[in-house]
T-cell receptor
Framework: AQSVTQPDIHITVSEGASLELRCNYSYGATPYLFWYVQSPGQGLQLLLKYFSGDTLVQGIKGFEAEFKRSQSSFNLRKPSVHWSDAAEYFCAALPADSWGKLQFGAGTQVVVTP | NAGVTQTPKFQVLKTGQSMTLQCAQDMNHNSMYWYRQDPGMGLRLIYYSASEGTTDKGEVPNGYNVSRLNKREFSLRLESAAPSQTSVYFC????????????FGDGTRLSIL
């Protein structure tokens, strides 16, 4: 079955440390890939997207993601985390044969400690 | 810069009651979507509207109906609410084109007792 998996439900990171959030997908063909962030009580905001081309994608708020076809992964990274990065992060995939039907992972909750 | 506006933000219903969740976007987007968010499950698509005048089922449509009132507005109706429909509901919109990023509202938190 087609799916998006975020293996880490919860991650705690110190302010200033690096952050990596994992995302794996399972589709017959490479889907379009997205990372969204959700702050408490808010909707989802798009961080970045991958359609094709350069496998390292830059996004907003200093985030980047790397697409690795061989590992069916699209991991999100940030070199130095700020307290304001505490939020829930969702990886999402849009299969090439599926009109607008985004499929989301379960999310990773990020806690930032002083 | 309103973007996607959802009303109400919070609602408590009794089992069997009906309710309509409202969504409006001011970005002139063609496509609109309704999702529900449940703990540990991410967001799941309930219904979507690719363009004005069309609606289609998503992953979890049972118990819901939708209306694309015009290009701006897309409502979600619960005809007979059930406790299993307790969730946070998000509306989203996007430009025409199946791979366009979706822009989300702030959600409606719905509790059904």
């Amino acid at each position: 079955a087609q799916s998006v998996t975020q293996p880490d439900i919860h991650i705690t990171v110190s302010e200033g440390a690096s952050l990596e959030l994992r995302c794996n997908y399972s589709y017959g063909a490479t889907p379009y890939l997205f990372w969204y962030v959700q702050s408490p009580g808010q909707g989802l905001q798009l961080l970045l997207k991958y359609f094709s081309g350069d496998t390292l994608v830059q996004g907003i708020k200093g985030f980047e993601a790397e697409f690795k076809r061989s590992q069916s992964s699209f991991n999100l990274r940030k070199p130095s985390v700020h307290w304001s990065d505490a939020a829930e992060y969702f990886c999402a995939a849009l299969p090439a044969d599926s009109w607008g039907k985004l499929q989301f992972g379960a999310g990773t909750q990020v806690v930032v400690t002083p | 810069n309103a973007g996607v506006t959802q009303t109400p933000k919070f609602q408590v219903l009794k089992t069997g009651q009906s309710m309509t969740l409202q969504c409006a976007q001011d970005m002139n987007h063609n496509s609109m979507y309704w999702y529900r968010q449940d703990p540990g499950m991410g967001l799941r698509l309930i219904y979507y509207s690719a363009s004005e005048g069309t609606t289609d089922k998503g992953e979890v449509p049972n118990g819901y109906n939708v209306s694309r009132l015009n290009k701006r507005e897309f409502s979600l109706r619960l005809e007979s609410a059930a406790p299993s429909q307790t969730s946070v509901y998000f509306c989203a919109s996007s430009e025409k084109g199946f791979n366009q990023p979706q822009h989300f509202g702030d959600g409606t938190r719905l509790s059904i007792l």
